[in-house]
């Protein structure tokens, strides 16, 4: 299976995207007609991966939280994250956690992965997790993990 890739820019209203250059989008999409596919959009200037105040709140405030609930140690609940939230499923094979899937999100990816494990802390087992802005990161002395 090859893989082909475009790049266009475009903005969004009203929940869709306007390209710059929407005849030469859909003349390259009609070089896909009839194949099936993915659309992945980035957006702009969002690239830098998480940051040292994100790992900070992370290993500062939500695993120390919910490891406090559970009784689990700090690395064992990081693990108990990785296999609800990281863990792939393949048909006929026991779930694995990707390691790595983390490694390279971005500052905007790490948030709304800090926003999953928030809902799911409070929806599943009334645990609240302060937000980030709730608490002084840069009192966090714990050390900073990648």
């Not at 995207?17 to 859909?26: E, M, N, Q, V, W």
């Not at 494990?117 to 609240?128: G, I, S």
Request: glycine content about 6%; charged content about 30%.
């Amino acid at each position: 299976m090859s893989k082909i890739k475009f790049k266009h820019s475009c903005t969004f209203q009203d929940g869709l995207p306007l390209f710059k250059d929407a005849a030469l989008f859909r003349e390259e999409c009609r070089k896909l007609e009839g194949k099936e596919g993915y659309l992945t959009v980035h957006r702009k200037g969002i690239t830098r991966n998480k940051s040292v105040s994100q790992l900070k709140y992370y290993w500062g405030v939500v695993i120390p939280v919910l490891g406090d609930h559970f009784g689990y140690e700090k690395d064992e609940m990081h693990a108990a994250l990785g296999r609800e939230f990281l863990s792939v499923q393949i048909p006929g094979k026991p779930p694995y956690v990707l390691s790595t899937a983390c490694d390279k999100w971005t500052t905007a990816e790490w948030e709304e992965h800090l926003e999953k494990v928030r809902r799911w802390a409070l929806q599943k087992f009334d645990v609240r997790i302060p937000l980030p802005c709730e608490i002084d990161i840069d009192k966090l002395s714990e050390p900073v993990r990648r």
